[in-house]
């Protein structure tokens, strides 16, 4: 097979060709380029393989096109950026591994000891750029019969693979949830006999291939291959604690591990926002941890978004997960998850509804959107119900929300407010009256006007035997 038309509608390539035949190497382009370019997939990463030196290629080729081009020394790569397209640059080589550590000792090599050294046989094919076999394509593993049959395998024996680099255990999932491939029985096998080596592994590595996943069009995919292959447990146990279905006296609970698989594939469909996808995966999370059993009623998991939600940061935390914004708006989801099905479920007061409003503040339609995916009857009917009732929910809440202004809403008393009127420092008692304002004002008993305001702060500080000193003014 021969790509050499297609090399031609980007310039870039003759420009590689020449740089390499002046410099008297060959090159080749390999790995997940050509592996999209066969599955008509779009891709902006090129990788180029020099049978010589990949930083002097990069070099002259950074020269002709005249862009920068950055060098890693202690990796012997070069990397340069064209238009949208960034192309790195390295000398073919061979590695060997020692058991105990996932660093390569790394010696020169050709174009075959390369391809070897690749993850899988898809992502090991190359296309020539030299004068003797331009645009041929190169693939010693059948790299070609694996894509029509839709097969994740190791070019080498999986041990050797999986051994060598441990973190392509994850990618085995990833390519195999990204592509929607299956994983050759063989090379799962070699997840199952490897997966204790995931251990050598850093978890920002194991994060970057997790999330991948995660983005996926159907994520419970790679997290069921995980599990399956024991790898998931061991970088994420939790998770893995959600399952099973427990019976007695006639009454089970679902199995909250695939019920979190349904809700992260429901809300896959509906967002591209990774952190919204992880607020999915942790709802949750304390379940196991909350589980009782009651003779009346059944199993119950009382107060499991409370403990979810602080269990959240010491999970991130341990994952070496972002413990910024990113990490507050899962555990702030995680927190309110069961509020709007609640509301849905009882006659819907308009206290309940600021309250709702104040506290998910421009989060609100990602919580919306949670709740609805983590609908997950199999009785259809059942589902439009309760789709129908968080229709009515939410439209009462955008009806509130244009009447009262009250999400993000600030008390028109502060903190400053109060203690300027008593003469106070910041103490308990400027707290008790601050929350005690906001309360009316979420309960409805008062406008968020200063007033009416003023006059409740009043009152709350003679029940604490507090005498008001100077009349504040509003702004």
Not at 272 to 295: C, E, G, S
Not at 344 to 368: N, Q, V, Y
Request: with cysteine; aromatic share 8%; charged share 30%.
């Amino acid at each position: 097979m021969n790509f050499s038309e297609v090399l031609a509608s980007n310039s870039l390539f003759k420009v590689i060709a020449d740089s390499a035949r002046e410099l008297g190497v060959e090159a080749y382009v390999i790995g997940g380029y050509v592996r999209d370019l066969i599955l008509n997939r779009p891709s902006k990463d090129i990788d180029i393989v020099s049978v010589g030196s990949g930083v002097e290629l990069a070099e002259k080729v950074a020269e002709r096109l005249g862009v920068q081009v950055i060098v890693f020394k202690n990796f012997g790569t070069a990397q340069l950026k064209t238009d949208d397209l960034e192309v790195e640059f390295v000398g073919a080589r061979r590695e060997s591994y020692r058991s105990e550590s996932r660093k390569p000792i790394v010696e020169d090599g050709t174009l075959q000891d390369d391809q070897n050294r690749r993850d899988f046989t898809i992502n090991a094919m190359g296309i020539s750029l030299n004068i003797a076999n331009y645009g041929d394509l190169i693939d010693p593993f059948n790299g070609m019969s694996d894509l029509r049959k839709k097969l994740i395998r190791t070019p080498l024996e999986p041990g050797i693979t999986f051994s060598d680099d441990p973190l392509r255990m994850m990618r085995a999932a990833r390519f195999a949830t990204q592509l929607n491939f299956d994983i050759e029985p063989d090379t799962f096998d070699g997840l199952v006999q490897m997966a204790e080596r995931i251990s050598i592994i850093s978890k920002e590595r194991i994060n970057d291939e997790l999330n991948k996943i995660i983005l996926a069009k159907t994520p419970s995919y790679g997290f069921k291959l995980l599990h399956q292959a024991g790898i998931l447990k061991l970088i994420f146990p939790e998770f893995v604690e959600l399952q099973g279905a427990e019976y007695q006296d006639g009454k089970g609970h679902k199995d909250n591990f695939y019920h979190t698989l349904q809700v992260l594939d429901n809300i896959s469909k509906h967002t591209n926002d990774l952190w919204l996808r992880w607020a999915a995966i942790m709802h949750d999370i304390a379940k196991p941890a909350t589980k009782r059993f009651d003779k009346k009623v059944g199993w119950t998991f009382h107060g499991h978004e409370e403990l979810g939600a602080r269990m959240t940061p010491r999970i991130f935390r341990q994952m070496k997960l972002p413990m910024n914004e990113s990490m507050r708006f899962v555990q702030k989801l995680v927190r309110l998850h069961l509020r709007p099905i609640a509301l849905s479920k009882e006659e819907i007061t308009d206290s309940a509804l600021r309250r709702l409003l104040f506290d998910a503040g421009d989060d609100l339609e990602a919580l919306m959107t949670l709740c609805r995916a983590d609908i997950t009857s199999k009785n259809p009917d059942k589902v439009r119900k309760h789709l129908a009732n968080f229709d009515k929910v939410e439209q009462k809440l955008y009806d509130l929300e244009e009447r009262d202004k009250i999400r993000n809403f600030q008390p028109v008393i502060t903190g400053e407010v109060i203690m300027q009127a008593f003469g106070l420092k910041p103490s308990a008692e400027v707290g008790i009256i601050k929350t005690a304002v906001r309360e009316a004002i979420l309960d409805g008993i008062i406008p968020n006007q200063y007033e009416q305001a003023f006059g409740l702060m009043v009152e709350e500080g003679k029940k604490l035997g507090l005498e008001l000193k100077v009349i504040a003014e509003s702004d």
